[in-house]
């Protein structure tokens, strides 16, 4: 209740300098539009070409990159500005003014950091999304629409402990630019079926770096696929997958600060 | 058992050594090496509910890291800390409520809000009751003469005007201790008088135990009851302002340039020539021995002088002294 509050307060303060730094914003969201609008395109353009990936059609290919941006989206939404101002936090002395107010930091962080910018993508996405299910003539059942929420919710998560987890090298001041190439670098496999890749890529995409959780599976559910890698009840994981990662990568986190209180680093 | 206890507290930090060169930069790529720096070394002490300590030091002397272990943001590498019976680290969200700390040299103010609106947001952060959180406003928007800024984002305000907020919004929540990190930094000598003000009403006023850590001696002379100095992470003095002055203080420099070369005369032995540069004779001497205004008449007097310069002992000065008289 107390962070609900707190949140709802740096929403309204948020929305304030929006309002005066109206020109930035709006830029901002056409520029974001612009970006992620070019990668739609690039997908759509890609897959028309071949016509089918491995028994994926357009469309079904296409749903696998609405699912990774809404997921990414809905992630990034809570958790981009914790994930990626922490190293500005550590060196501008900020995170102390943090610690010295009777507040978990980490969802501190979060209330903080609320972000409007990400509503482009949101909207990018869904609409991407309903045109798939359109064109493909599948009309989702209450039950499969839950199983569709609970797999985003889950591949949000995935992506969230990807963030967090990639930051905290950050709170020590080391600039591991090498776990952001391996986060940004790797989400751009899912946008194609895992399937279509050699074993070493799935086994890496599945057990070492799950991220073939965030749509190549669950979407293997709302299309019907059953091209199964593995072991067929792969596509009902995201959720549990995402719980699991979401809680290591918040214990490491806190294991991050909890060093940095040790070394002042 | 007293209110703030410091025994035998250590602080150090391990810091990668950097060596010049390609092919050391390429080695520490595999290999660190490390340099323990001890930032506290050592340090003892106790405060009382009610106390203004001052804690001084040059820069670098460790006084930031014991600030920071004692608000809970540092755990100490050895040695104990209790607040009030709290263990900082350990508790650090219980110890956070009774705290409020202000760096002088960072803000926790949200850019682009004004205060007005920044109060409402420590009301959340703290989660004060309305009541108490009016009442607070009220007094410290009249305390620290606020009237005139509350509506402006704090990205237009002067200095002064940002530090007499963050001390503000820092006191909202009552806290019964407050630590100020350098709290005159940068400030002109106007705003630096207000804020020495408003420091010692706060704490004659609303019984805050208060904790401030300067490297100006003016701050020391004017609003401490009692003086803490560190340099190198370790204790030099501890006691009385009244005694650290006459045991440290008093010391001034005079820079005399003489409008002609004044070869082989004899100057006042109270005056301790410290270097000749041309014309130009710099004086060491000490209040207790001759007082600043005797040893500028002395000079205009009795020498063709054309220009003087007088300096007051500033910290490191001070430090100095404190290590030769031990």
Redesign the interface.
């Known amino acids: 209740m107390?962070y609900f509050?707190?949140y709802l307060?740096?929403i309204k303060?948020r929305l304030?300098?929006i309002v005066?730094y109206r020109g930035s914003f709006f830029a901002g969201v056409i520029a974001q539009f612009l970006s992620y609008g070019a990668g739609f395109f690039a997908t759509w353009l890609l897959v028309k070409a071949f016509h089918e990936l491995n028994g994926w059609t357009p469309y079904e290919v296409l749903l696998l990159y609405g699912m990774n941006l809404f997921s990414y989206a809905l992630a990034a939404f809570f958790f981009f500005n914790l994930a990626v101002d922490i190293e500005n936090l550590v060196i501008?002395?900020?995170l102390?003014?943090i610690?010295?107010?009777?507040?978990?930091p980490f969802l501190?962080l979060i209330c903080n950091g609320f972000n409007v910018a990400y509503f482009s993508h949101i909207s990018l996405a869904v609409f991407t999304m309903i045109i798939c299910f359109r064109g493909l003539g599948i009309s989702l059942t209450p039950i499969m629409l839950v199983m569709l929420a609970l797999s985003i919710l889950g591949a949000a998560l995935i992506h969230a402990a990807a963030l967090v987890m990639t930051s905290v090298p950050a709170i020590w001041m080391l600039r591991a630019r090498f776990s952001d190439i391996l986060y940004w670098g790797m989400r751009e496999f899912i946008n194609y079926p895992l399937s279509i890749y050699n074993r070493a890529v799935q086994v890496i995409l599945t057990f070492i770096l799950p991220y073939g959780f965030i749509s190549f599976y669950p979407a293997q559910l709302f299309l019907g696929k059953e091209d199964y890698l593995f072991h067929p009840s792969l596509p009902y994981a995201t959720l549990p997958v995402g719980l699991g990662l979401f809680f290591v990568a918040y214990r490491f986190w806190r294991y991050g600060i909890d060093r940095y209180?040790?070394?002042?680093? | 058992m007293s209110y703030i206890n410091v025994e035998n507290v250590v602080k150090e930090f391990k810091v990668v050594r950097r060596e010049k060169g390609l092919i050391n930069a390429l080695k520490s790529l595999f290999h660190r090496e490390y340099d323990i720096v001890t930032a506290v070394d050592h340090i003892s002490f106790t405060i009382d509910k009610g106390e203004l300590v001052g804690y001084i030091g040059p820069n670098g002397a460790g006084k930031s890291t014991t600030i920071k272990m004692l608000s809970g943001i540092l755990v100490p590498t050895a040695g104990r800390i209790t607040v009030d019976g709290v263990i900082p680290h350990q508790n650090r969200k219980e110890n956070a409520r009774r705290i409020g700390v202000v760096f002088g040299q960072r803000s926790s103010l949200e850019w682009d809000l004004p205060m007005e609106e920044t109060f409402d947001l420590f009301q959340k952060i703290y989660r004060i009751d309305d009541r108490m959180y009016k009442r607070n406003v009220e007094f410290y928007v009249e305390l620290f003469a606020m009237q005139s800024f509350l509506k402006r984002p704090v990205r237009q305000l002067s200095l002064g005007q940002k530090m007499r907020a963050e001390i503000a919004v820092a006191l909202l929540h009552d806290p019964e201790i407050l630590y100020l990190d350098e709290p005159t930094i940068g400030l002109d000598v106007v705003a630096k008088n207000h804020i020495r003000q408003f420091i010692k009403r706060i704490n004659s006023e609303k019984k805050i135990t208060l904790m401030l850590t300067t490297h100006d001696m003016d701050d020391i002379e004017q609003i401490c009851d009692r003086i803490i100095m560190i340099d190198q992470g370790k204790l030099l003095y501890d006691g009385f302002l009244q005694n650290f002055k006459e045991k440290y203080g008093g010391e001034y420099t005079i820079t005399v340039d003489f409008a002609y070369a004044e070869e082989g005369r004899e100057v006042d032995p109270r005056l301790q020539l410290v270097s000749i540069e041309g014309q130009r004779k710099v004086y060491v001497a000490h209040r207790s021995v001759i007082e600043t205004t005797e040893a500028l008449r002395y000079f205009i007097d009795n020498f063709d002088v054309s220009h003087l310069n007088i300096r007051e002992a500033d910290i490191e000065d001070v430090v100095r002294n404190a290590y030769v008289k031990g």
Do not use: A, C, E, M
Request: charged share 15%.
């Open positions: 107390h509050r707190l307060q740096f303060i304030t300098s005066s501008s002395g900020r102390d003014g610690l010295v107010k009777p507040v978990n501190y209180q040790g070394t002042g680093t």
